[in-house]
């Protein structure tokens, strides 16, 4: 059973506007979240993580939303670029300070970005 | 400059055999891990290791093995025994202490 939910596999935006990805999880010991992207062929960069004490967290162009209740978080990319084309991945941890469980993140399927010029 | 080293970053073996993938980081972390990517999958855990000289079963360890003899090194072996080793494989590592992992390249293995 899928702990983490990617359930667009795909999206396409226009360059210069916002981007948005969604993510839902399942299990409630999830309190820590991460994003990463990744480009064909290659490891997957780390671009932003919220813990479940904050419910936004921006760097840059990249902001990460998170919303408890609803056990759903949202990456927003504002603007987009045709480098931000890649896929991304949502990720989970029990805790980003606890013991071995901080260990192990789990990563949804990935959306495919594409933005187009 | 720090980071995680795969190799080989393309592997080919006979069904049968068994292949070793290499993972070296520089990064001083003391975790250590493998995830097996498959098209359309997300990245799912075959072993970790939190210190030297221990690890743990992820979510898909039957068919592999590894070792974890010294800090900078955490190779992954598969073995025959694994029914599907096609695939895209990730080392990563972390401190441990923020969740975040570094990755490394990839290994792309295929069993012809």
């Known amino acids: 059973d899928q702990q983490v939910k990617q359930n667009s596999p795909s999206l396409s935006v226009q360059e210069g506007r916002i981007s948005i990805l969604n993510c839902d999880y399942t299990?409630?010991?999830?309190?820590?979240f991460l994003w990463y992207k990744k480009y064909p062929a290659e490891g997957p960069t780390f671009l932003i993580s919220?813990?479940?004490?904050?419910d936004k967290n921006e760097d840059g162009r990249f902001t990460v939303f998170l919303n408890k209740s609803a056990k759903h978080l949202s990456l927003h990319i504002v603007p987009s670029q045709p480098g931000d084309s890649a896929v991304y991945f949502c990720a989970a941890s029990p805790s980003a300070y606890s013991g071995a469980g901080s260990y192990q993140l789990t990563f949804g399927k990935g959306t495919k970005l594409s933005v187009i010029p | 400059d720090g980071g995680i080293t795969q190799s080989p970053k393309y592997l080919f073996r006979k069904e049968g055999q068994n292949v070793t993938l290499s993972c070296e980081q520089n990064l001083n972390h003391d975790a250590m891990y493998w995830y097996r990517q498959d098209p359309g999958q997300g990245l799912r855990l075959i072993y970790y290791?939190?210190?030297?000289?221990?690890?743990q079963k992820g979510d898909i360890a039957e068919g592999y093995s590894v070792s974890r003899e010294k800090k900078e090194s955490f190779p992954l072996t598969v073995t025959s025994a694994q029914k599907n080793p096609t695939a895209f494989y990730l080392c990563?590592?972390?401190?441990?202490?923020?969740?975040?992992?570094?990755f490394g390249e990839g290994s792309r293995l295929t069993v012809l």
């Open positions: 290791s939190q210190i030297v000289n221990d690890f």
């Open positions: 919220i813990s479940s004490i904050k």
């Open positions: 990563a590592s972390s401190s441990g202490r923020g969740g975040e992992l570094f």
């Open positions: 299990n409630s010991m999830f309190d820590y």
